[in-house]
């Protein structure tokens, strides 16, 4: 660690374009990275740290120009490097890892074939030199059956695999630094720690320098060596993860910290005997192609689910990507009509309703949607789009603007927004639109599918806090549908585990998280980043 | 609004603009600067232009004022082309919107209708229709429109593919929306941009149609149209070709125009281009 710096950020300031929200996208920004270290540039949407590592590769948009400061990595200074010198350093002196391995890889051409090429471009190997190295790279990130995965299209691989292939690649050349920016935050939970291990290994056995870009502070506890925490271009705090993250000293650390949900679950509240939502043995099968069920590909998105949801309590559904979780939210509301089973929201089977009663029968049932900015017409006004549902449903119009208005209130907006397009509000902003929305029916039941999967940890902290205020005030009861676990242990009473369609463990949310009895439970609850951690700290600064 | 301003940004959009309108001043106009019928006989045939102060533009072989029948005809380009579009559209639109919306059989049968008018070469179909229903102007205007629907239909129904799963519609059906409010209300605004700019197309391929028809003399021949004067100056080409040349700018400069602004609409309205 006392090395000498790979490379050392001093006062680089970038310039956004006129007419950006603010002038820099970096402001002064200095830092440096050892060989052998781990650095970690944590901060929320908007804060600077992607195009902090763009910058460093020089890969910034034509419009944003690198205006002051120096970037020194390995005794030049890589902002007056001419271009063709800068390709050198790419790949070779410098790789970088992307959040999303498959628009980052090239699909038409194979796995192999693409880390190859950084052989092929940077050293003169021979052909069967090249396909020696590849194997052993692929060998080295731990590729199941690296023979076959060398062959194989980026299609045909899991989001695991690719980010495996993708570092395979990165590695390639032995660079001095790896620049990694948010390599996780597309996979799945149990993947994300897999994958997190094997930098983590690899840089230990290599001595590279990892410069790595997260918002996830359970990550950061998981990979740090030394952090580095962003806010609007600026850095407010660096230092080692263990001061960093037990002894913050910004306010803004401290309240990114504190906004991260704990692992603990607060003390269980009495739940009602009486259950508003009783599904039984719902099931949803997919078949695609084939014909007269010849050489079909048949897929059961959900076998058999059996959930009860007490009145005015919160059911979590936890679960990976694939895992049936929103098949089964959009068979609750009949978005998707299940195949068999019964759904009784307050003794009505939702599964033998028609078209034209679901139509009717929607004001008690209303769904949450992951992404607020995709689930509001663009084109419509926020009172506008608050107002739909009772409009839908016979209020007067006048009747349902005033009340839109009101519930505009209700979630913390002011009511004067109610005059804005979508586009005018922040993410937070939107999702309580989307929640004033649902609410509008005053529904006996919210269904929430990752309603905060899309937002930063600090607008994520409030918008659950308001969910939590809403149920107790309106006596809603939720389902609430995440992949995150320690979000379901902030806002559920009760949570189902599924894996592959099926419910595989279900009870207390204390019961489960702290006695998980299922072996993908258990795993899933090991995998959260960052675990001792969260567990530890509690939302007490 | 944005989009206008994005507009008169680009020289080439504003150029387009202004020639438009001047062919629609000139339509405007026609009643005043000509009150007499355009298709009456003025003076000598065959003037040539700038050589009698009566008629700037000369006359055509039958001594008609060619300038007067380039005005009317501004008009007669200007309605065709309008309403041809607006034809087009709503049925290019309406069956494009289902087809999109409902997929599975209904799709495949709207689709299949679709392809059938598209294997046809347009101007084929178009002879067709008008041999069969006669060639007066609100046939000619009819049969236009029914030839140009399938293109819009086309993209209409891929934008409806991909916006009909999106979140907000789901959101929408939640509601309890039925299906024709989602269609109209929530789908319809957010696909019709590119069809907007796709009607610039339409327009301009109608103004050609009609005077392609013209031309093998098909069209209305009771009304002053610029495709009714190239036809006619076909005979005497060889010498006398300002009477097939000056509508033909004509039709060009109006063609240009509308693809010009088509073309503005489209960078307006489509903001990721905004920084190009």
Same mark, same amino acid.
């Given at each position: 660690?006392?090395?000498? *710096?790979?490379?050392?950020?001093?006062?680089?300031?970038?310039?956004?374009?006129?007419?950006?929200?603010?002038?820099?996208?970096?402001?002064?920004?200095?830092?440096?990275?050892?060989?052998?270290?781990?650095?970690?540039?944590?901060?929320?949407?908007?804060?600077?740290?992607?195009?902090?590592?763009?910058?460093?590769?020089?890969?910034?948009?034509?419009?944003?120009?690198?205006?002051?400061?120096?970037?020194?990595?390995?005794?030049?200074?890589?902002?007056?490097?001419?271009?063709?010198?800068?390709?050198?350093?790419?790949?070779?002196?410098?790789?970088?890892?992307?959040?999303?391995?498959?628009?980052?890889?090239?699909?038409?051409?194979?796995?192999?074939?693409?880390?190859?090429?950084?052989?092929?471009?940077?050293?003169?190997?021979?052909?069967?030199?090249?396909?020696?190295?590849?194997?052993?790279?692929?060998?080295?990130?731990?590729?199941?059956? *690296?023979?076959?995965?060398?062959?194989?299209?980026?299609?045909?691989?899991?989001?695991?695999?690719?980010?495996?292939?993708?570092?395979?690649?990165?590695?390639?050349?032995?660079?001095?630094?790896?620049?990694?920016?948010?390599?996780?935050?597309?996979?799945?939970?149990?993947?994300?720690?897999?994958?997190?291990?094997?930098?983590?290994?690899?840089?230990?056995?290599?001595?590279?320098?990892?410069?790595?870009?997260?918002?996830?502070?359970?990550?950061?506890?998981?990979?740090?060596?030394?952090?580095?925490?962003?806010?609007?271009?600026?850095?407010?705090?660096?230092?080692?993860?263990?001061?960093?993250?037990?002894? *913050?000293?910004?306010?803004?650390?401290?309240?990114?910290?504190?906004?991260?949900?704990?692992?603990?679950?607060?003390?269980?509240?009495?739940?009602?005997?009486?259950?508003?939502?009783?599904?039984?043995?719902?099931?949803?099968?997919?078949?695609?192609?084939?014909?007269?069920?010849?050489?079909?590909?048949?897929?059961?998105?959900?076998?058999?689910?059996?959930?009860?949801?007490?009145?005015?309590?919160?059911?979590?559904?936890?679960?990976?990507?694939?895992?049936?979780?929103?098949?089964?939210?959009?068979?609750?509301?009949?978005?998707?009509?299940?195949?068999?089973?019964?759904?009784?929201?307050?003794?009505?089977?939702?599964? %033998?309703?028609?078209?034209?009663?679901?139509?009717?029968?929607?004001?008690?049932?209303?769904?949450?949607?992951?992404?607020?900015?995709?689930?509001?017409?663009?084109?419509?006004?926020?009172?506008?789009?608050?107002?739909?549902?009772?409009?839908?449903?016979?209020? *007067?119009?006048?009747?349902?603007?005033?009340?839109?208005?009101?519930?505009?209130?209700?979630?913390?907006?002011?009511?004067?927004?109610?005059?804005?397009?979508?586009?005018?509000?922040?993410?937070?902003?939107?999702?309580?639109?989307?929640?004033?929305?649902?609410?509008?029916?005053?529904?006996?039941?919210?269904?929430?599918?990752?309603?905060?999967?899309?937002?930063?940890?600090?607008?994520?902290?409030?918008?659950? %806090?308001?969910?939590?205020?809403?149920?107790?005030?309106?006596?809603?009861?939720?389902?609430?549908?995440?992949?995150?676990?320690?979000?379901?242990?902030?806002?559920?009473?009760?949570?189902?585990?599924?894996?592959?369609?099926?419910?595989?463990?279900?009870?207390?949310?204390?019961?489960?998280?702290?006695?998980?009895?299922?072996?993908?439970?258990?795993?899933?609850?090991?995998?959260?980043?960052?675990?001792?951690?969260?567990?530890?700290?509690?939302?007490?600064? | 609004?944005?989009?206008?301003?994005?507009?008169?940004?680009?020289?080439?959009?504003?150029?387009?603009?202004?020639?438009?309108?001047?062919?629609?001043?000139?339509?405007?106009?026609?009643?005043?600067?000509?009150?007499?019928?355009?298709?009456?006989?003025?003076?000598?045939?065959?003037?040539?232009?700038?050589?009698?102060?009566?008629?700037?533009?000369?006359?055509?072989?039958?001594?008609?004022?060619?300038?007067?029948?380039?005005?009317?005809?501004?008009?007669?380009?200007?309605?065709?082309?309008?309403?041809?579009?607006?034809?087009?559209?709503?049925?290019?639109?309406?069956?494009?919107?289902?087809?999109?919306?409902?997929?599975?059989?209904?799709?495949?049968?709207?689709?299949?209708?679709?392809?059938?008018?598209?294997?046809?070469?347009?101007?084929?179909?178009?002879?067709?229709?008008?041999?069969?229903?006669?060639?007066?102007?609100?046939?000619?205007?009819?049969?236009?429109?029914?030839?140009?629907?399938?293109?819009?239909?086309?993209?209409?129904?891929?934008?409806?593919?991909?916006?009909?799963?999106?979140?907000?519609?789901?959101?929408?059906?939640?509601?309890?929306?039925?299906?024709?409010?989602? #269609?109209?209300?929530? #789908?319809?605004?957010?696909?019709?941009?590119?069809?907007?700019?796709?009607?610039?197309?339409?327009?301009?391929?109608?103004?050609?149609?009609?005077?392609?028809?013209?031309?093998?003399?098909?069209?209305?021949?009771?009304?002053?149209?610029?495709?009714?004067?190239?036809?006619?100056?076909?005979?005497?080409?060889?010498?006398?070709?300002?009477?097939?040349?000056?509508?033909?700018?004509?039709?060009?400069?109006?063609?240009?125009?509308?693809?010009?602004?088509?073309?503005?609409?489209?960078?307006?309205?489509?903001?990721?281009?905004?920084?190009?």
């Amino acid at each position: 660690m006392s090395e000498q *710096p790979i490379l050392s950020l001093e006062g680089l300031s970038v310039r956004l374009p006129r007419g950006a929200d603010r002038t820099h996208a970096l402001n002064g920004v200095s830092l440096s990275i050892a060989s052998n270290e781990i650095l970690c540039v944590v901060g929320e949407s908007g804060s600077g740290k992607s195009m902090m590592a763009n910058a460093i590769m020089r890969l910034v948009p034509g419009e944003v120009a690198i205006e002051a400061g120096r970037m020194m990595f390995d005794g030049r200074d890589l902002c007056t490097t001419d271009p063709a010198a800068m390709r050198e350093v790419r790949g070779a002196g410098i790789a970088m890892i992307f959040q999303e391995p498959m628009t980052a890889l090239n699909p038409l051409r194979t796995v192999g074939d693409q880390i190859a090429e950084m052989f092929r471009i940077h050293t003169d190997l021979s052909k069967a030199e090249i396909g020696e190295r590849v194997l052993s790279l692929l060998e080295d990130v731990r590729i199941p059956s *690296p023979k076959t995965a060398a062959k194989a299209y980026p299609h045909e691989l899991s989001g695991g695999q690719r980010q495996r292939a993708m570092i395979a690649m990165a590695l390639a050349l032995d660079p001095k630094l790896l620049i990694a920016d948010e390599p996780t935050t597309a996979l799945d939970v149990t993947t994300q720690a897999q994958i997190l291990k094997l930098i983590r290994d690899l840089q230990q056995r290599k001595k590279t320098a990892v410069l790595f870009i997260t918002h996830d502070f359970g990550v950061v506890a998981e990979i740090a060596d030394r952090v580095v925490v962003m806010q609007h271009g600026k850095i407010v705090e660096q230092g080692t993860a263990d001061d960093v993250l037990n002894r *913050p000293t910004h306010s803004y650390t401290k309240q990114l910290i504190a906004a991260v949900p704990p692992l603990t679950a607060p003390p269980p509240r009495p739940l009602s005997s009486d259950n508003i939502l009783t599904i039984t043995n719902v099931a949803k099968t997919y078949r695609t192609g084939g014909f007269l069920d010849r050489g079909a590909r048949v897929t059961a998105a959900v076998k058999d689910a059996s959930l009860t949801l007490p009145r005015g309590a919160t059911l979590g559904i936890v679960g990976e990507s694939g895992s049936g979780k929103s098949t089964l939210a959009r068979c609750i509301v009949r978005l998707i009509d299940p195949d068999n089973g019964a759904i009784l929201l307050d003794g009505k089977d939702w599964v %033998k309703l028609k078209r034209a009663e679901i139509r009717r029968e929607t004001r008690h049932i209303q769904m949450v949607f992951q992404d607020p900015s995709a689930s509001l017409n663009p084109r419509r006004k926020a009172a506008e789009l608050v107002a739909q549902g009772p409009i839908v449903h016979g209020t *007067p119009r006048a009747t349902a603007m005033t009340e839109a208005r009101e519930l505009f209130a209700l979630v913390g907006l002011d009511p004067s927004a109610g005059d804005r397009f979508p586009h005018e509000f922040s993410g937070g902003q939107r999702q309580r639109i989307g929640l004033a929305r649902a609410l509008a029916l005053k529904p006996d039941v919210l269904i929430a599918d990752e309603p905060v999967s899309a937002l930063d940890v600090s607008v994520q902290a409030q918008v659950l %806090k308001l969910l939590g205020e809403l149920r107790e005030r309106l006596g809603l009861s939720i389902v609430f549908i995440t992949h995150d676990l320690r979000v379901a242990a902030q806002v559920c009473d009760l949570v189902a585990v599924m894996k592959d369609g099926e419910i595989v463990e279900h009870g207390l949310v204390a019961d489960v998280f702290s006695r998980p009895q299922h072996p993908y439970t258990q795993a899933l609850l090991a995998s959260v980043p960052g675990g001792a951690f969260a567990r530890e700290h509690q939302t007490a600064v | 609004m944005d989009a206008a301003k994005r507009y008169f940004r680009s020289p080439a959009a504003v150029i387009g603009l202004v020639l438009l309108l001047a062919v629609i001043a000139m339509a405007l106009s026609a009643g005043v600067l000509y009150p007499r019928d355009p298709l009456a006989l003025a003076g000598r045939p065959l003037v040539w232009p700038f050589t009698n102060p009566r008629f700037p533009l000369g006359t055509d072989n039958s001594g008609r004022d060619i300038a007067a029948q380039i005005f009317y005809g501004a008009r007669i380009s200007l309605l065709i082309g309008g309403v041809a579009t607006v034809i087009a559209v709503a049925i290019g639109t309406l069956i494009g919107a289902f087809a999109g919306y409902y997929g599975g059989w209904v799709d495949n049968i709207l689709m299949r209708i679709t392809e059938a008018f598209q294997t046809l070469p347009n101007f084929v179909l178009l002879l067709v229709l008008v041999a069969v229903f006669g060639s007066t102007l609100t046939t000619v205007t009819i049969a236009i429109g029914i030839v140009c629907w399938p293109a819009p239909a086309r993209l209409t129904r891929a934008e409806f593919l991909s916006l009909r799963n999106r979140e907000f519609v789901q959101a929408g059906r939640t509601l309890g929306m039925r299906d024709l409010q989602l #269609i109209l209300g929530e #789908i319809l605004p957010n696909a019709l941009p590119p069809v907007i700019v796709y009607a610039s197309v339409v327009m301009a391929l109608s103004i050609l149609l009609e005077s392609a028809l013209a031309f093998l003399r098909l069209s209305d021949p009771n009304v002053a149209s610029w495709g009714n004067l190239i036809g006619l100056g076909r005979d005497v080409l060889r010498v006398q070709w300002y009477v097939s040349a000056i509508p033909g700018i004509a039709i060009l400069v109006t063609v240009l125009a509308v693809s010009l602004v088509g073309q503005g609409l489209n960078d307006a309205l489509n903001p990721r281009l905004k920084s190009r």
